[in-house]
């Protein structure tokens, strides 16, 4: 217990986003991918998510961890599928955002954050867990009910309220996870590598340096380790190669600067750690399934 009061007194927890959607017209995005996690509670209808189609049914929540590729069906009826390019495109035929007023039809709420380890870890991403339902759990659900109720609120302090929402609701969902034995294995190698200073060391020259030279020969002096080794001695403890994680990094980055900041595509690109920007694009587009500009109209946090 004392590892896993470590690992929540170490995360980071920031509200992202969170909206009450009415679904206009059954829709299947294929491959959706968010660098945010993600709780989404069905107020009315049907969503299914996974290769499974494992359905969420009216007054139940399930949790989309950030950084995994999946397929999700909004709606009971037969859907379209889309990509989810195609479905940025026409979003306004499929979803309607709505707030104090009666919704029509079948809806859900989410809210979005992330929560990180040390400043430095995504830590559901760090689990490498897939999406699972959590069922009826009312104190989750009156969390999201209370985080979009606030978010549609003008009252003094709804920043401060929404942050400390927020940070409930996630150490509830590791409370619920705990709990229901879930992932014990990921979780049991999460407190190892939290307490591997060498490890820490390297997560936060990563983040700290996302611009510059981040190869294994520069991870090895941080970690001060031999250059072959460092590879195998990251992944032995993360379960991913270094690389991919700091490309995962960078294109977070990428995305955090795309909503707030007017930093052009090139400068982004290249304060990542991206010289090429045309290797960029294709990079970001590859990850996330939609182009860098379209994702600053979509998720932009300033007037751009």
Do not use: H
Not at 193 to 209: Q, S
């Amino acid at each position: 217990m004392e590892d896993y009061n470590k690992i929540i007194e170490s995360l980071g927890v920031r509200f992202i986003k969170a909206r009450n959607i009415n679904i206009l017209k059954p829709v299947t995005i294929q491959n959706n991918y968010e660098i945010e996690n993600s709780l989404i509670l069905v107020n009315k209808g049907i969503v299914s998510f996974g290769k499974e189609k494992e359905q969420c049914k009216e007054g139940e929540v399930f949790f989309v961890p950030g950084g995994r590729p999946m397929s999700i069906t909004y709606g009971s009826n037969k859907a379209v599928s889309l990509s989810k390019d195609e479905f940025l495109n026409n979003k306004e035929l499929y979803f309607k955002s709505f707030g104090d007023e009666k919704p029509s039809g079948e809806n859900y709420s989410y809210v979005s954050f992330e929560a990180k380890a040390f400043d430095s870890v995504n830590f559901f991403a760090s689990l490498d867990i897939p999406a699972f339902k959590i069922g009826k759990s009312p104190k989750i659900i009156s969390l999201i009910k209370s985080v979009n109720d606030e978010v549609a609120n003008n009252a003094p302090g709804k920043d401060r309220i929404i942050k400390v929402l927020t940070e409930q609701l996630a150490v509830e969902l590791i409370r619920y996870i705990l709990k229901q034995g879930l992932f014990v294995e990921q979780f049991a190698t999460n407190s190892t590598y939290f307490k591997d200073p060498r490890l820490i060391d390297i997560f936060t020259f990563i983040k700290e340096n996302l611009g510059q030279d981040l190869s294994n020969k520069v991870l090895a002096n941080v970690a001060n380790v031999s250059e072959d080794y460092v590879g195998q001695y990251f992944k032995m403890l993360t379960g991913i190669n270094p690389q991919d994680y700091i490309e995962y990094q960078r294109m977070e980055e990428a995305v955090n600067l795309l909503r707030t900041s007017k930093l052009s595509i090139r400068e982004i690109g290249k304060d990542v750690g991206y010289k090429d920007t045309a290797y960029f694009c294709r990079r970001f587009k590859m990850m996330f399934g939609i182009p860098a500009g379209k994702m600053r109209r979509r998720e932009s946090l300033i007037n751009v």
